[in-house]
């Protein structure tokens, strides 16, 4: 899809996603300055760098101009989230209510990524690698900062939310040109399916499996093992095969004989 019209399809749908997603995003960077005590400055900048930091990568990446600079308005609903945050009690904010709030968020930003990728010409499956940095970034720059493990070394399920969203988007736009004005339509698909698979992981404490090491030899290793155990009985027919570096010859047991 042109460049040119990249305008018309992110409104006004588009828009109000954004500006949403931004503002959740926002408020978790300041929560999270304001549970280090940090300063109002410090809050006003957790905020926008959480809000910001995908959609600028992204922008960056797909050589669109960075959206928050173009637009007043972001920085300043930024900064907003970063007052109320300061006037408010945390206990505000604190548990599962938040959570949902921020799935929400990232749904609605990671389609958001996505569909702008898409209006800029980009192929499905990059599209929707731009939708995912548009949903986790910010995050990732801010836990980066404040010293806090990232999402990424977690095993829930948020980046796999924020894929989905993301994947739904740019290839039902790949696939489903918007002849009858069904966009619309997709981007609520999508983050509907992002938004149910976070909440479904926050209800029930959902992840993904961590790696463990193998258990059991592989075949080659086992290979190695009979290949060795059959030269030692080759050189020693008397011998069974098992070596121990630590075994105790019998001039150790007794010395002076």
């Known amino acids: 899809m042109p460049v040119a019209e990249a305008a018309v399809i992110l409104t006004p749908v588009l828009d109000w996603l954004d500006l949403f997603g931004v503002a959740l995003f926002a408020l978790s960077g300041a929560l999270i300055a304001a549970r280090e005590r940090q300063t109002f400055v410090t809050m006003s900048f ?3 760098v959480t809000g910001v930091g995908g959609g600028t990568v992204r922008d960056i990446l797909i050589d669109a101009p960075v959206f928050w600079v173009k637009h007043p308005w972001y920085a300043a609903l930024c900064i907003t989230m970063a007052a109320i945050v300061w006037n408010t009690p945390t206990r505000w904010w604190q548990g599962r209510l938040f959570d949902y709030a921020d799935g929400i968020g990232l749904a609605a930003y990671s389609v958001l990524g996505a569909a702008k990728a898409m209006s800029y010409g980009l ?7 731009m939708g995912i940095i548009t949903g986790i970034v910010g995050g990732i720059i801010r836990d980066v900062i404040a010293g806090r493990p990232s999402i990424l070394m977690k095993p829930e399920l948020y980046v ?7 994947s739904m988007c740019s290839f039902g736009m790949w ?4 002849r009858w ?6 981007w609520a698909v999508a983050a509907l399916a992002g938004l149910a698979l976070r909440s479904a992981a926050i209800r029930y404490n959902l992840g993904l499996p961590a790696f463990h090491e193998r258990g059991q030899a592989s075949e080659r290793e086992t290979e190695i093992g009979v290949e060795a155990v059959a030269e030692a009985e080759a ?3 008397e011998s069974d095969g098992l070596y121990f570096e630590d075994a105790v010859t019998v001039d150790e047991k007794n010395p002076g004989v």
């Open 123 to 129: 192929p499905p499956v990059p599209a929707a690698i």
């Open 175 to 178: 696939l489903l040109p918007d």
């Open 181 to 186: 004005g069904i966009d619309w339509a997709l």
């Open 46 to 48: 957790f905020a926008l």
């Open 235 to 237: 050189a020693d027919p």
């Open 160 to 166: 796999t939310a924020a894929a989905l969203s993301a």
